[in-house]
């Protein structure tokens, strides 16, 4: 049985380290009618030397918006309240343990991370489901993922890595590529800014729409101004609902309102059979 997509909507780090607006995030997007928050478990310590970027700049917007052991415990004690799934970005090999004993299910990966095999293998030892994006990643780095996955559950997500995406580079065709390749499960990580992008990837088959979340785009922080504000998510819940109806079933037996029209219609011009 076909099954609603799921709707996720990705904290990142518009939270800005603050619980409170983080719990406010999570209670908005259950009210309007989110499956599912993301936050990001990264911890800023482990941060690469080897960053071409400005470190200490990174390491500092990183460290200020850096969950805690006891932040994830009541966050996804908040969830619960709220009724919404909790999930979370893993983005180093020291970080799985912790993870893992939160009893998640499911776990995503980061699109810098599609191709790093020692990752991808330590959670798929850990979790039941792995969701990936595939941002900035090869042909062949995907092909190689989804071989390396094998009969785990998984889900690929199409993501286009420019904050925001431009409609016009969203290439939501190779939704089906990845389907091509072999990924049983796919989805779609929307950078757009509207919901125009999420909305036609709905009709593509996908299982989860992953969407950037802000209660205000003039907060401070980089993700802020591309983000989803909870009435635009409210509408791509309304679409996906709708959209669920217009897709209906894969072979449907004819109604009963066709079987009559069949005796009106068909032989009226006389047999052409």
């Known amino acids: 049985m076909r099954k609603l997509i799921k709707i996720v909507a990705d904290l990142s780090s518009n939270h800005m380290g603050d619980m409170g607006l983080a719990k406010q995030m999570i209670q908005k997007a259950a009210a309007v009618g989110v499956d599912c928050i993301k936050v990001q478990s990264w911890q800023a310590d482990k941060l690469s030397k080897n960053f071409p970027g400005n470190y200490k700049s990174t390491y500092e917007r990183h460290k200020k918006t850096e ?24 983005f180093d090999l020291n970080r799985v343990n912790f993870l893992s004993s939160l009893g998640l299910k499911s776990i995503k990966i980061a699109s810098p991370d599609c191709a790093s095999k020692k990752l991808i293998k330590k959670l798929m030892d850990h979790f039941e489901t792995i969701i990936i994006s595939t941002g900035m990643s090869t042909e062949e780095e995907i092909k190689d993922t989804i071989k390396l996955l094998g009969n785990h559950d998984y889900i690929m997500l199409h993501c286009i890595s420019l904050y925001p995406t431009p ?29 125009e992008a999420s909305i036609a990837a709905m009709s593509m088959g996908i299982e989860v729409l992953e969407k950037h979340m802000t209660i205000d785009r003039k907060l401070s922080g980089k993700d802020q101004r591309m983000s989803t504000t909870p009435d635009e998510f409210m509408k791509i819940c309304q679409w996906r609902d709708l959209c669920f109806k217009i897709l209906g079933q894969h072979n449907p037996s004819l109604s009963e309102k066709e079987l009559e029209l069949r005796k009106v219609y068909i032989a009226k011009w006389g047999n052409n059979k």
């Open 167 to 195: 409609l016009n580079k969203c290439n939501l065709n190779r939704i089906n590529w990845l389907k091509k390749q072999g990924a049983k499960r796919v989805g779609f990580s929307d950078h757009s800014i509207g919901i």
């Open 67 to 90: 969950l805690s052991d006891e932040d994830h415990y009541e966050l996804i004690d908040w969830c619960k309240i709220n009724d919404i799934e909790f999930l979370t970005t893993c």
